[in-house]
């Protein structure tokens, strides 16, 4: 806080003021003792009280105003009994400016009682307590120079002003010791907003990180979906194409083709709706529904919208969609199945059929020299995905659960 904020220059003539006043009634026989000393250091008595009521009520602060209006008010009844005593009474000023002292005296003392609490306590009691014996030392004076002689029998106004010292220096030490708290809160909370601010940052720099990181992603992905598409997929196109154009179909060859367009599309529909179970499901159903109307089959749909795999991945959403669409096909071209019931839960599905069924053991060891395909492809991708792949077949058809 800047000195004039703290009331430094009231403080100043406060002290000025009670240099007079000690030096007349410290050193009476020293003192001048001309017409001007004497207004002087009447003038003191009045201004003592008032510039330290200004340094305090700048200090602490009030801005309701009232006290200082009730001071200015009795300084001017003060000067104007002054004035009526010297001019119309022909009496001695000196009780006036006594007493006009001890009412403003009494309403500083009052004011301190009024600051509100700071920190759950009140700034001002024990500062109001030295003051308060300051004012009672100095009514000992004007008791000695105005009252019965011989009622105050040892000087202690001059104790007054000492105890007025140390009530200044009191008030001053609290002030600047609640700065410090001050400061020290102030510091705290900076500390912690930076704190807070810094981790504010850090999350909108990791957020933008991974928008950076969603958007190379998806890029990537737009680029191999359109390389999937218009390369390898327009190829298989062009070949199935010319087989059918040119009537040399080869029933192996053509199949081949299809089932590497259906995968070719599995792949792309995985890329381009990223890990949505009950959406891959769909466009599963979509892509293998000509394939049923060839085979004189059709679908049972059962899907729930709520399936998901735990931590589930991009790739993990694929591989499932692999086993799925290998169970469908599966079905289809080799069971003879008329219906196809594809159920999910929210943590299983189920494909199941009304085929012929087959030996599941024998086909087992068979899928094994295929290449990978088949049962054994389907079991080692539910494995690397961590689900558990069941497969019951008989004579009245087949299912394929997968749980987890």
Not at 90 to 109: A, E, H, K, N, R
Not at 137 to 161: K, Q, S, Y
Not at 262 to 279: A, C, F
Not at 343 to 358: H, L, Q, T, V
């Amino acid at each position: 806080m800047s000195p004039q904020s703290l009331g430094f220059g009231w403080l100043t003539l406060t002290g000025a003021a009670a240099v007079i006043l000690g030096t007349e009634w410290a050193f009476p026989n020293i003192a001048p003792v001309q017409p001007v000393w004497g207004v002087l250091c009447q003038a003191s008595m009045l201004g003592l009280v008032y510039f330290l009521f200004r340094f305090l009520y700048t200090f602490f602060g009030d801005p309701t105003r009232f006290y200082l209006r009730l001071m200015h008010g009795v300084m001017a009844a003060t000067l104007v009994l002054v004035w009526l005593a010297k001019t119309v009474l022909g009496d001695s000023p000196g009780p006036y400016f006594f007493g006009g002292m001890w009412v403003m005296g009494i309403l500083t003392l009052d004011w301190l009682l009024s600051l509100p609490a700071r920190g759950g306590r009140r700034p001002a009691v024990t500062l109001f307590l030295l003051f308060s014996l300051s004012v009672a030392l100095a009514t000992t004076r004007w008791i000695d120079g105005f009252g019965p002689v011989g009622w105050v029998r040892v000087p202690l106004a001059a104790a007054g002003m000492s105890i007025l010292l140390i009530g200044l220096i009191w008030s001053l030490l609290q002030r600047f010791d609640e700065l410090r708290r001050q400061r020290d809160r102030l510091n705290a909370s900076l500390t912690e907003q930076v704190a807070q601010k810094s981790a504010e940052l850090e999350r909108s720099y990791a957020a933008l990180a991974q928008q950076d990181r969603t958007r190379t992603i998806l890029q990537e992905r737009q680029r191999i979906m359109l390389d999937l598409h218009d390369g390898i997929g327009g190829h298989l196109v062009n070949t199935l194409a010319y087989m059918e154009n040119s009537g040399q179909r080869d029933p192996v060859l053509q199949n081949a083709i299809e089932d590497a367009l259906r995968d070719m599309g599995l792949m792309i529909d995985s890329l381009s709706i990223e890990d949505d179970i009950p959406v891959m499901l769909g466009m599963i159903r979509d892509r293998l529904e000509p394939l049923l109307v060839r085979h004189q089959s059709r679908f049972e749909w059962q899907v729930d919208g709520d399936t998901r795999l735990d931590d589930q991945t991009p790739s993990d959403v694929l591989a499932l969609m692999r086993i799925v669409q290998e169970a469908i096909t599966n079905a289809v071209k080799h069971s003879g199945a008329t219906i196809v019931t594809v159920a999910s839960e929210d943590r299983a599905i189920r494909i199941s059929d009304n085929g012929i069924g087959f030996d599941v053991n024998g086909n087992t060891k068979a899928a094994t020299s295929d290449g990978g395909f088949g049962l054994r492809g389907m079991r080692q991708r539910a494995g690397d995905i961590g689900i558990d792949l069941q497969i019951v077949s008989s004579a009245d058809g087949t299912t394929v659960a997968m749980q987890w």
